[in-house]
Every structure is written in structure tokens, then in C-alpha cells.
Antibody, heavy 120, light 108 residues
């Protein structure tokens, strides 16, 4: 059974940093692309970032480019999102999601999310 | 960047009704279009991939069609358990993905 467990969320002041983690199990992690998707309270889904199976292809939404960095450790079956210069508008539930293949296509399985609140 | 415009943003229909949601891309995305269902308080779930392919285990009352810039998602007979928000998502403009704004489906 595919399991994706996010962690690292919390309350952080504007301008500070936070690192999210996603622990994956139940599949061969290094065979699949992975994504981060966020959802602000009461709002729709926003794709944040994605990384291919070997980290050779990485993409970011314009809203986070230059501030967020996605990475993966295939030896640890883990996905990360380093979030710097956080803003109030980054407040959201952050989901980790598994792609159906090695490249960025669609989100086959989702975790339950970790909440990030940016506020002073 | 490719923009995805979903309509309507919300709808109310009766049990047994046929429900249709549209998604329009700002440029040709071939069939690189997926649909998700998100029930309240839950993570999204993939329903349809590549515009018209039903994900394994998804009821056949759900369907999708379209190519290029115009896509349609249909629930042939609305059931109470279908109350959710539905999203389209494109993957033509790699390495970026984009979601539509969502359509909230309620029971009348």
C-alpha cells in the first residue's frame, strides 16, 4: 500500500524558513516523480513543485520560484521542500504526491498534508 | 504559462442528474489533461487521466472527453457520495503543472 506522510509544518514568522519532509513507502520510490501541492484555507489546489525520478527535471510555480527548493533522497525514500522567505500567502495545507511515472504527469497518490501557517 | 479555466465554479443538481463541468486551456495541450475529486476534509483523488481514461476502481458514471483546448468532465447520474470539488490539471507545459480553479458540486 502506497503511503505518503508529510511532516515539518507549523507556525512560522514572515521571512523565516521551514523545511517540509515526505516519507514514502509501499512503492519503489526512485522509480517515480514526486510533487508538492498546496491548498490555502478555503481555496483551490495549487501545484507548487515537482521533481523527476532522478532529479533531472525540476519545476516550480511562479509564486514560489527562487524561494522554494524541492529535493529528494532516494536512499531514504524521502521528498523535501525547503521554503525560504516565507510570506503570509504561503499559508496552506501542503500535500506530497506521487506521480504515475518517472516524469511530471499526474498525481496518482496523495498524502494527508501538513499545515504551514505564516504569521507574526 | 498555460492557464486552465474551469466552469462553472459551483453547481447544484439533483440525485440522478447528469452533471457536466468544462475546462478550457489557454493553449493547445493535446490530451494532457487529468481530473481529480476532492471531498471535504480529504486529499484529492485521481479520477481520469489523459482526458478520457478512467482510473482503476473509479465508477463508470464518471467520464471525460476533449482534446486541444476544450475538455469536459461528466457525471452521468449524480450520487450523494459525489459531493465534492472537482479539478482539472494539465501537464503539457513541463516541468510545470497547472490546476483549474475547481468546481464545487452540491446536491439540490
Amino acid at each position: 500500500e502506497v503511503q505518503l506522510v508529510e511532516s515539518g509544518g507549523g507556525l512560522v514568522q514572515p521571512g523565516r524558513s521551514l523545511r517540509l519532509s515526505c516519507a514514502a513507502s509501499g512503492f519503489t520510490f526512485d522509480d517515480y516523480a514526486m510533487h508538492w501541492v498546496r491548498q490555502a484555507p478555503g481555496k483551490g489546489l495549487e501545484w507548487v513543485s515537482g521533481i523527476s525520478w532522478n532529479s533531472g527535471s525540476i519545476g516550480y510555480a511562479d509564486s514560489v520560484k527562487g524561494r522554494f527548493t524541492i529535493s529528494r533522497d532516494n536512499a531514504k525514500n524521502s521528498l523535501y521542500l525547503q521554503m525560504n522567505s516565507l510570506r503570509a500567502e504561503d499559508t496552506a495545507l501542503y500535500y506530497c504526491a506521487k506521480d504515475r511515472g518517472r516524469f511530471l504527469e499526474w498525481l496518482e497518490y496523495w498524502g494527508q498534508g501538513t499545515l504551514v501557517t505564516v504569521s507574526s | 504559462d498555460i492557464q486552465m479555466t474551469q466552469s462553472p465554479s459551483s453547481l447544484s443538481a439533483s440525485v440522478g442528474d447528469r452533471v457536466t463541468i468544462t475546462c478550457q486551456a489557454s493553449q493547445d495541450i493535446s490530451n494532457y489533461l487529468n481530473w481529480y475529486q476532492q471531498k471535504p476534509g480529504k486529499a484529492p483523488k485521481l479520477l481520469i487521466y489523459d482526458a478520457s481514461n478512467l482510473e482503476t476502481g473509479v465508477p463508470s458514471r464518471f467520464s471525460g472527453s476533449g482534446s486541444g483546448t476544450d475538455f469536459t468532465f461528466t457525471i452521468s447520474s449524480l450520487q450523494p457520495e459525489d459531493i465534492a470539488t472537482y479539478y482539472c490539471q494539465q501537464y503539457d507545459n513541463l516541468p510545470r503543472l497547472t490546476f483549474g480553479g475547481g468546481t464545487k458540486v452540491e446536491i439540490k
